[in-house]
């Protein structure tokens, strides 16, 4: 059994599931063929974690997370996850990466958006949605710069999925910023808890505008049926996607192992 935790929370939709096992296995076995003991599966909930008794600490000894096993065990800490002394594998988004992850983990690479509209490599945007027939539908510009209808979302209520998310909210704002605007012209902001959810809450007129990664944004037209009512208005600028991160503390050699394998399955 090995020692190392692996997870790949951030598209893993129930109705993903088999194709999120199928993801990891290419993984696992490409991590494996480098001689790394990469674990059998993912964790999917904080039961499926290791304890780490007295909580998650950083370098210098101060906790900076609880111990996966005080926590409710079938839910999932993302900050658990990604600060878990034995992670070996997992998706983390630039957001909590900026606001202070990157000081605990290592990044091994980025994934492909060229299959996604708003995607071009390891690049993605986040399309700006509203329902249908309150704004035009447009497409994701070639270049990868953004479209942002202000006087279309002016005096709307916004809705995003957390506030430390790169793609649901931190993106807009740095758009808005280079137009000489701001989250203010929002008359209501509210936190959905998961892209999902801001798109069932725009569907059923419980707010008007959220911006989605364009990956969750397929997602949601494959396996959401509100999805139907709800439509493309703009785009962010293209920026880097979720990165995959390893632990501070895994061993170089296994670091460069790890880059080697996804490299090679890019």
Same mark, same amino acid.
């Given at each position: ?138 497409? $994701?510009? &070639?270049? @990868? ?6 006087? *279309?979302?002016? %005096? #709307? ?32 902001? $509210?936190? &959905?808890? @998961? ?6 809450? *725009?569907?059923? %007129? #419980? ?8 990956q969750s944004w397929a997602l ?47």
């Open positions: 059994m090995s020692d190392f935790v692996a997870a790949l929370p951030m598209y893993d939709w129930p109705e993903m599931r088999i194709e999120v096992d199928a993801q990891w296995a290419r993984l696992r076995d490409a991590f494996r063929q480098k001689g790394i003991d990469a674990p059998q599966t993912i964790a999917r909930v904080n039961a499926d974690l290791r304890p780490v008794e007295g909580g998650i600490r950083d370098a210098a000894g101060a906790v900076i997370a609880p111990d996966p096993a005080t926590l409710p065990p079938d839910e999932l800490d993302f900050h658990g996850l990604w600060l878990h002394p034995a992670l070996l594998f997992a998706q983390t988004c630039w957001g909590p990466m900026e606001l202070g992850l990157s000081k605990h983990v290592q990044v091994i690479g980025q994934p492909n958006y060229d299959a996604f509209e708003g995607g071009q490599g390891e690049l993605y945007s986040s399309a700006i949605v509203m329902r249908v027939g309150e704004a035009p539908t447009v497409g $994701s510009p &070639s270049d @990868g710069s953004p479209f942002i209808p202000i006087d *279309i979302l002016r %005096g #709307k209520h916004f809705t995003f999925n957390s506030l430390d998310s790169m793609s649901g909210i931190i993106a807009l704002t740095r758009d808005l910023k280079v137009l000489g605007d701001s989250l203010d012209i929002f008359s209501e902001r $509210s936190e &959905s808890g @998961g892209h999902r959810a801001s798109i069932v809450a *725009i569907a059923e %007129g #419980k707010a008007d505008v959220a911006a989605i990664d364009c949601a037209r494959r396996f959401e049926p509100v999805a139907e009512a709800v439509t493309v208005v703009g785009w962010t600028t293209r920026r880097k996607g979720l990165p995959f991160i390893t632990a501070k503390a895994t061993p170089e050699k296994i670091v460069v192992a790890l880059r080697e394998a996804v490299a090679a399955l890019a």
